[in-house]
């Protein structure tokens, strides 16, 4: 009798299941026409398309962000390596002409005011600070900027050993008024101790180059 109870009620249940979900479709159908129920599926449909598009745009955008600012990066990198190796060129190729004047006689070592007017004419040129040159006999030229960024031309002579006469010149480099002497022994600085050592052109250590322009300096010695 139990069984039997349970089997009524089953299969009343079911069918009033079946029931309901017939009422609940009809109702659907009598609210939603086949016309709406096209249109949003075919709006689900095309705003699903538009948001992976939009993914995929962002994405893409943020790949190409990445890829510009790196490229930036390198090209960034190229132009300070390539500017820092023509600035460091022109110190050398400065040295390289000197050299070639003296040994075809067109550059007298003895004379120091000429020496130190085209030193002072290179400077300008190749846009270096300072030039200088010395031999072991006690003379030293030097001439550019100086301290308190003076454009000068420094002279040591023989009769005057390590004493600086720094000239005030015009602007064809000819020698002024001296505007101050001060005692300078260019034999201990690294620009002139380190190539004597190693026999060879050479960079020379940072420094701090005192007296003449009283700065952070690194030379290319010959």
């Not at 620009?191 to 004597?196: D, E, G, K, L, V």
């Amino acid at each position: 009798m139990l069984k039997i109870l349970v089997h009524n009620l089953i299969k009343r249940g079911v069918c009033f299941w079946r029931r309901q979900r017939s009422n609940y479709v009809q109702s659907l159908s009598g609210k939603i026409s086949l016309c709406s129920f096209l249109v949003i599926f075919f709006v689900l449909q095309i705003s699903t398309v538009m948001l992976l598009l939009i993914l995929v745009t962002v994405w893409n955008g943020h790949r190409a962000s990445y890829n510009l600012a790196g490229n930036l990066h390198k090209e960034i990198i190229n132009n300070v390596t390539n500017l820092l190796e023509n600035y460091l060129r022109q110190p050398l190729l400065i040295n390289q002409m000197n050299y070639n004047a003296v040994k075809l006689g067109l550059l007298d070592l003895s004379d120091l005011e000429t020496i130190g007017r085209l030193f002072l004419k290179q400077s300008q040129i190749f846009d270096v600070s300072y030039i200088n040159f010395a031999n072991e006999a006690g003379e030293f030229v030097g001439a550019g900027i100086t301290a308190k960024n003076n454009i000068s031309i420094d002279i040591t002579n023989r009769s005057h050993p390590q004493i600086i006469y720094e000239y005030a010149v015009d602007s064809e480099g000819n020698l002024g008024d001296i505007r101050r002497t001060y005692t300078y022994n260019y034999k201990t600085e690294y620009w002139y101790t380190q190539p004597i050592k190693a026999g060879k052109a050479i960079w020379s250590d940072i420094y701090v180059c005192d007296g003449i322009t009283n700065a952070l300096a690194i030379s290319a010695s010959y």
